[in-house]
C-alpha cells in the first residue's frame, strides 16, 4: 500500500508474528497512517504474541513525534500484543537527538530476522526484502 510518500505491507509470519514493513518516509502523516495500520492487524482474528515494525526501509525521518507509535504500543499492550522496532539500530548515530530519544522508548532489534530468532526462535519464515504493494 503507497501513501504519501511512504510504501507498508504486512506479512504474517506466524500465528505469533506480524511483521509491517515501511519504507520511504516517516513523518507526522506517515506516521499516523502506519499507526492506522497498527491497530487494523490487533483487530484481526489470530493477532497474537508479536508484532515487529520493520523501519529499515525508511530513508527519511521527518518528525522526531512518535506518539502514535506510542499509543499503538499501548493498544497492542492492552490487547496482549508486544509492539517491537526493527531495523534502525545501526543507524542510530545518523538520526537527530529527537528520533533517537523517541525511539529508545521502544523494543529494538538490528533486523526482522534478529526479532523473529528471538521473539519467536526463529522457525518462522520470513520473507527478504522491502515493502511490496498489496
Do not use: K, Y
Not at 502523516?29 to 499507526?35: D, G, I, Q, S, W
Request: proline letters at 4%.
Amino acid at each position: 500500500m503507497r501513501f504519501d510518500g511512504a510504501e507498508l505491507s504486512v506479512e504474517v509470519c506466524s500465528p505469533g508474528l506480524r511483521v509491517v514493513r515501511m519504507a520511504g518516509v516517516l513523518d507526522r502523516t506517515t506516521v499516523c497512517r502506519l499507526a492506522g495500520l497498527l491497530a487494523t492487524q490487533l483487530a484481526r482474528p489470530g493477532c497474537g504474541g508479536h508484532l515487529v515494525v520493520d523501519l529499515g526501509e525508511v530513508g527519511f525521518f521527518a518528525t522526531d513525534d512518535l506518539g502514535p507509535l506510542r499509543q499503538a504500543r499501548e493498544a497492542a499492550r492492552a490487547s496482549g500484543v508486544s509492539l517491537h522496532l526493527a531495523g534502525v539500530s545501526a543507524r542510530t548515530s545518523l538520526l537527530p537527538v529527537g528520533v533517537t530519544g523517541a525511539l529508545a522508548e521502544f523494543s529494538l532489534f538490528d533486523t526482522v530476522e534478529r526479532a523473529q530468532q528471538e521473539l519467536v526462535g526463529g522457525h518462522a519464515a520470513v520473507g527478504v526484502g522491502g515493502p511490496r504493494d498489496r
